[in-house]
């Protein structure tokens, strides 16, 4: 069962280190929460440690729901449709509409310049 | 020409290809513009939560973004699937750490409360049993993350009583901090009258 996987990281997975074991580095996480927007002044030491296993379990829902979409289209390789496909079907992934669309004009637009050249 | 990604504003790639490849079957391949569209997600991600969160430390003129207001942020945003498991994941990081329970009350504070006898603190850092909260929860996300639990950081567990926190729709709920254990001597107070 997959939650099964997650849920027996979160057991016996890595919290012997304050920086070891993280799936993800903290000072990045903490660098990018620092950007999200101008008058973000102090994080404190622990909210860099909750993003880091939020954004593992967001990682994984995001491929689970993508992987569904490569399946219906009888795929074995992930692309980047299938995530845009899974970001369109799943509410909470609204925040994400412009980034997986903006994605794929910027590669239209690259395209039809190369060509035209 | 695309321009050259900098890399430092996303997450690592490899650590992300770890992440998926622990959910995709073994045959599975990944497209390069895959791999790098989900990086430039979960950073929005941590934008997105970090910008609401942010929002709310303003509004009560707080300077630091805490672990609650993280929560609270998803909760809002309509991750509430993850706080608990998160929530768990933070109580027991702090316990590895050996954070003695004084630091851990007076850290990341919103409320002001009075220190807790200590029979009341030992009740609450023991680890909830957690096979007595059937996992599955029947919503749109198909998510099995319900633990039932609420979750006040500066003093441990707490259960919801409310009903299970197992669905969606009442852990956001199961989120508000209850602090009517802070104050046992006034509830028996109100009984006393």
Redo the contacts between chains.
Sequence with gaps: MRQAGAYSNLLCGGISGRTGPHSLPLARIKKIMKNSSEDVKMISGVAPIVFSKACEIFIEELTRRSWIMAIDGKRRTLNKEDIASAVIATDIFDFLITLVSNSDATDDATVIQMETI | ??GIREQ?????IA??I???R???PP?????D??KE??Q????????????EA?ERC?KEQR?????E???WA?GK???DD?VN??A???Q???E??GEPASVRRT??HAVPHPPLPLSMLQQQQQLPFLSAMP?SSID??N???GFGYGFDFDQGFYRDGVGGGGDASSSAAAFVPNFDHCFPHLKRDNSNM
């Excluded at chain 2, 045959?27 to 497209?31: D, L, P, R, W």
């Excluded at chain 2, 300077?63 to 672990?67: F, G, L, N, P």
């Design positions: 020409m695309a430092d504003q996303y997450m690592p650590n992300v770890r992440i998926m622990r959910i995709l045959h599975a391949k990944i497209s513009d895959a569209t989900i430039e997600c979960v950073s929005e991600y941590i934008s997105f939560i970090t910008s942010n303003q300077k630091t973004v805490t672990a207001d993280i929560l998803m945003l309509g991750f993850y498991p998160l768990f994941y933070l027991r990081y702090r590895s750490e850290s990341s996992v749109g996300n998510n099995c993350y």
